[in-house]
């Protein structure tokens, strides 16, 4: 049974949910709000996102705001007065539990469930009430979610005639959280600091450096001046923007000028490669995989026999001075034991014939031994391999599983190195790890000689994924201990323990780099720009404060449209990175895809990069944007809270306006 989270007057006698403010709780008067379905910590965090970021009317439906995941910490967003939240109870999200929510009205609706069979049930009950509603689904089945969103989208298509395919194809949107948090996670054990996103088919990066080597590998632009301090702001991501001890978000330009060489920054870089060299021929005649079924010994062995029966043959063609052929037919005849006995035959013969059956004693065992080894090589590959000995150099992956897997697919697809441990062998990884024949170690990480098995001492870093953040924490300091300069990237679900825990181990271990990372954190900005349907490309996070890429079309945006590049650049909220040049009905519907064919290297394609400052957005673009929370929630509004609607409002100006309305990329 659906109830909605009463009002706080008239009071209400025994326990009561927290207060609401004095908002209507009537769907009538809640047109056009959102609603978010779960008490996971991904619900909790996306309605925090909407409600404080983007200033929505949220309704949340979950089973009790007095228990569950998250229950509690939603109770907190309900009764905080400056946050206009409602939550409904059901055990379910039903049609009774959707209609108390409002959704004939709503304008999105975000299922984060974490199970995709719930979310699918739920996502068609809503698009039959409401054909017109946005759907954001959490699903990690990502081809399952491909057939999911082009069925839903031909359903609106259906019930909404002549709707624009581009309001089609932002009605549904299929997310995975493992997917958006996973390039982070694995940036940040590869190579310490950089994150990464794609953008066109282009891979792009941040990387900390210096104000004095910003420009070594030519930056598209900085994107954050980090503190004075050695503290990279591990803190929780929904620090007050306004804290000047963490880092500045996009600063202007001019922020930069006379700043020391060793301050450091975050520039975001194209990931780019010299066009590949022509590799070698492929052989023409196909290699047989002999070495994976037989053993050295075994095929030394029937290498031995083979080159017997040949001499054997040339011996009696020598002797009977017969053909070559008829030579080889009676030495294998011998060698099988299913010759007449030479009575009549010569001594030569008869001593030949002897030394063939000889020779045919030991064709037997090795025959067995060659069914033997094959057999055993089949088991073998339904089984997962160990560690080799003496590996080194490569990533420890702690946790096999939505967002373990994801990250391991990422691992291998950048060549890197991997040993896999694993408790559940029916984790959803383990299929993975079998598949790719990844060393998997299934086993309990906390007990004794686990991780030396895995060549911790020898690893390049330890990824803790697991789902517990006390496994995660215990691995990592015994990992320390062992290997103090390994670089360590946890997964913890709170922000206060995970700022409490990095000091800690800065303080510690100030050679080593130590990054904890909420993947909640790092997916619900995407969610929450789906909502507001406008195609979020990534999130990259600096410290734990998070920096969103988004595509957003300029045209009806007051703060965009008929304004240059530089008068609509804000510093501190966001800043214009590139244009999409292709024609409106040749865009792709999604530049955050990349697909084996797509990836480019190179800063060629459809998105123009180093826009000019005097560029004149118009009616028809759509530009790339790297923003802050709030910066992407005053953008998506399209409306100045500031009231400043004049060019150049926002203190920004281009550059002496040179180059107004010519094509985008500058000289």
Same mark, same amino acid.
């Given at each position: 049974?659906?109830?909605?989270?009463?009002?706080?007057?008239?009071?209400?006698?025994?326990?009561?949910?927290?207060?609401?403010?004095?908002?209507?709780?009537?769907?009538?008067? /809640?047109?056009?709000?959102?609603?978010? @379905?779960?008490?996971?910590?991904?619900?909790?965090?996306?309605?925090?996102?909407?409600?404080?970021?983007?200033?929505?009317?949220?309704?949340?439906?979950?089973?009790?705001?007095?228990?569950?995941?998250?229950?509690?910490?939603?109770?907190?967003?309900?009764?905080?007065? @400056?946050?206009?939240?409602?939550?409904?109870?059901?055990?379910?999200? %039903?049609?009774?539990?959707?209609?108390?929510?409002?959704?004939?009205?709503?304008?999105?609706?975000?299922?984060?469930?974490?199970? %995709?069979?719930?979310?699918?049930?739920?996502?068609?009950?809503?698009?039959?009430?409401?054909?017109?509603?946005?759907?954001?689904?959490?699903?990690?089945?990502?081809?399952?979610?491909?057939?999911?969103?082009?069925?839903?989208?031909?359903?609106?298509?259906?019930?909404?005639?002549?709707?624009?395919?581009?309001?089609?194809?932002?009605?549904?949107?299929?997310?995975? %959280?493992?997917?958006?948090?996973?390039?982070?996670?694995?940036?940040?054990?590869?190579?310490?600091?950089?994150?990464?996103?794609?953008?066109?088919?282009?891979?792009?990066?941040?990387?900390?450096?210096?104000?004095?080597?910003?420009?070594?590998?030519?930056?598209?632009?900085?994107?954050?001046?980090?503190?004075?301090?050695?503290?990279?702001?591990?803190?929780?991501?929904?620090?007050?923007?306004?804290?000047?001890?963490?880092?500045?978000?996009?600063?202007?330009?001019?922020?930069?000028?006379? /700043?020391?060489?060793?301050?450091? &920054?975050?520039?975001?870089?194209?990931?780019?490669?010299?066009?590949?060299?022509?590799?070698?021929?492929?052989?023409?005649?196909?290699?047989?995989?002999?070495?994976?079924?037989?053993?050295?010994?075994?095929?030394?062995?029937?290498?031995?026999?083979?080159?017997?029966?040949?001499?054997?043959?040339?011996?009696?063609?020598?002797?009977?001075?017969?053909?070559?052929?008829?030579?080889?037919?009676?030495?294998? /005849?011998?060698?099988?034991?299913?010759?007449?006995?030479? $009575?009549?035959?010569?001594?030569?013969?008869?001593?030949?014939?002897?030394?063939?059956?000889?020779?045919?004693?030991?064709?037997?065992?090795?025959?067995?031994?060659?069914?033997?080894?094959?057999?055993?090589?089949?088991?073998?590959?339904? &089984?997962?391999?160990?560690?080799?000995?003496?590996?080194?150099?490569?990533?420890?992956?702690?946790? $096999?599983?939505?967002?373990?897997?994801?990250?391991?697919?990422?691992?291998?697809?950048?060549?890197?190195?991997?040993? @896999?441990?694993?408790?559940?062998?029916?984790?959803?990884?383990?299929?993975?790890?079998?598949?790719?024949?990844?060393?998997?170690?299934?086993?309990?990480?906390?007990?004794?000689?686990?991780?030396?098995?895995?060549?911790?001492?020898?690893?390049?870093?330890?990824?803790?994924?697991?789902?517990?953040?006390?496994?995660? $924490?215990?691995?990592?300091?015994?990992?320390?201990?062992?290997?103090?300069?390994?670089?360590?990237?946890?997964?913890?679900?709170? %922000?206060?323990?995970?700022?409490?825990?990095?000091?800690?181990?800065?303080?510690?271990?100030?050679?080593?780099?130590?990054?904890?990372?909420?993947?909640?954190?790092?997916?619900?900005?995407?969610?929450?720009?789906?909502?507001?349907?406008?195609?979020?490309?990534?999130? +990259?996070?600096?410290?734990?404060?998070?920096?969103?890429?988004?595509?957003?079309?300029?045209?009806?945006?007051?703060?965009?449209?008929?304004?240059?590049?530089?008068?609509?650049?804000?510093?501190?909220?966001?800043? +214009?990175?590139?244009?999409?040049?292709?024609?409106?009905?040749?865009?792709?519907?999604?530049?955050?895809?990349?697909?084996?064919?797509?990836?480019?290297?190179? $800063?060629?394609?459809?998105?123009?990069?180093?826009?000019?400052?005097?560029?004149?957005?118009?009616?028809?673009?759509?530009?790339?944007?790297?923003? &802050?929370?709030?910066?992407?929630?005053?953008?998506?509004?399209?409306?100045?809270?500031?009231?400043?609607?004049?060019?150049?409002?926002?203190?920004?100006?281009?550059?002496?306006?040179?180059?107004?309305?010519?094509?985008?990329?500058?000289?």
């Amino acid at each position: 049974m659906a109830t909605s989270s009463p009002p706080p007057t008239p009071p209400v006698p025994g326990p009561a949910v927290p207060p609401q403010g004095g908002r209507r709780s009537e769907p009538a008067g /809640l047109a056009g709000h959102m609603v978010v @379905c779960g008490d996971n910590s991904l619900s909790q965090r996306l309605v925090r996102e909407l409600a404080s970021v983007y200033g929505q009317k949220v309704t949340v439906v979950l089973p009790s705001l007095r228990g569950g995941d998250q229950g509690p910490q939603i109770a907190a967003l309900v009764g905080d007065r @400056c946050l206009d939240v409602r939550a409904v109870e059901a055990q379910a999200p %039903d049609d009774e539990a959707l209609r108390e929510a409002g959704i004939e009205h709503a304008a999105a609706l975000a299922l984060t469930s974490g199970d %995709d069979q719930l979310n699918i049930h739920t996502a068609l009950r809503a698009r039959r009430i409401n054909p017109e509603l946005r759907l954001v689904i959490r699903m990690f089945n990502r081809t399952l979610g491909s057939y999911l969103e082009d069925l839903l989208d031909r359903t609106i298509a259906a019930r909404v005639p002549g709707l624009d395919q581009r309001a089609v194809d932002a009605s549904t949107t299929v997310l995975s %959280d493992a997917d958006t948090a996973a390039p982070s996670m694995v940036a940040a054990a590869v190579v310490g600091t950089s994150k990464v996103i794609h953008a066109g088919g282009l891979l792009l990066r941040a990387k900390e450096r210096t104000v004095g080597t910003a420009d070594r590998r030519d930056p598209l632009c900085t994107l954050a001046l980090l503190p004075d301090s050695p503290d990279s702001d591990e803190g929780d991501v929904y620090t007050d923007p306004e804290d000047h001890d963490g880092p500045v978000l996009l600063p202007d330009p001019r922020e930069l000028e006379g /700043l020391p060489d060793e301050r450091g &920054t975050v520039v975001l870089e194209a990931i780019t490669r010299r066009p590949d060299r022509a590799g070698a021929p492929a052989p023409r005649v196909p290699r047989l995989p002999v070495g994976s079924f037989f053993s050295r010994k075994l095929r030394a062995a029937l290498l031995g026999l083979t080159a017997v029966v040949v001499l054997l043959a040339a011996a009696n063609w020598y002797v009977t001075r017969e053909t070559p052929l008829h030579a080889a037919y009676v030495t294998l /005849l011998n060698v099988m034991s299913i010759n007449e006995p030479e $009575l009549e035959g010569s001594t030569g013969e008869q001593v030949l014939q002897l030394l063939g059956g000889l020779a045919g004693t030991a064709l037997l065992p090795l025959m067995v031994a060659v069914v033997l080894e094959s057999y055993g090589t089949f088991r073998r590959a339904a &089984t997962l391999p160990p560690p080799p000995h003496g590996i080194e150099k490569h990533v420890v992956l702690l946790g $096999l599983g939505k967002v373990g897997t994801r990250v391991l697919d990422q691992l291998l697809e950048l060549g890197i190195p991997v040993v @896999c441990i694993e408790r559940d062998d029916e984790a959803r990884g383990i299929a993975t790890a079998r598949a790719r024949r990844v060393p998997t170690l299934v086993a309990d990480v906390t007990e004794g000689g686990v991780l030396e098995e895995a060549g911790i001492a020898r690893s390049r870093a330890l990824l803790a994924l697991t789902s517990d953040s006390g496994t995660n $924490l215990e691995a990592t300091l015994y990992a320390r201990q062992v290997n103090p300069g390994l670089r360590v990237v946890m997964r913890l679900f709170d %922000d206060e323990f995970a700022a409490t825990v990095y000091r800690t181990l800065r303080d510690t271990y100030p050679g080593a780099q130590t990054r904890s990372r909420s993947v909640s954190a790092l997916a619900a900005p995407a969610f929450a720009g789906a909502m507001m349907g406008r195609q979020v490309l990534g999130a +990259i996070p600096v410290g734990r404060r998070v920096l969103v890429f988004a595509a957003v079309s300029v045209t009806g945006n007051r703060l965009l449209e008929g304004r240059t590049v530089g008068e609509a650049s804000r510093p501190g909220s966001w800043r +214009i990175l590139a244009l999409d040049t292709a024609p409106p009905d040749r865009r792709r519907a999604d530049l955050g895809s990349l697909t084996s064919g797509a990836r480019t290297y190179t $800063l060629t394609g459809d998105l123009a990069w180093r826009l000019h400052d005097g560029y004149l957005m118009t009616p028809g673009d759509r530009v790339v944007v790297a923003a &802050t929370r709030e910066g992407l929630g005053v953008l998506l509004s399209g409306e100045d809270p500031r009231g400043a609607d004049g060019a150049g409002a926002d203190g920004v100006h281009g550059a002496g306006g040179a180059g107004a309305g010519s094509p985008a990329p500058a000289p």
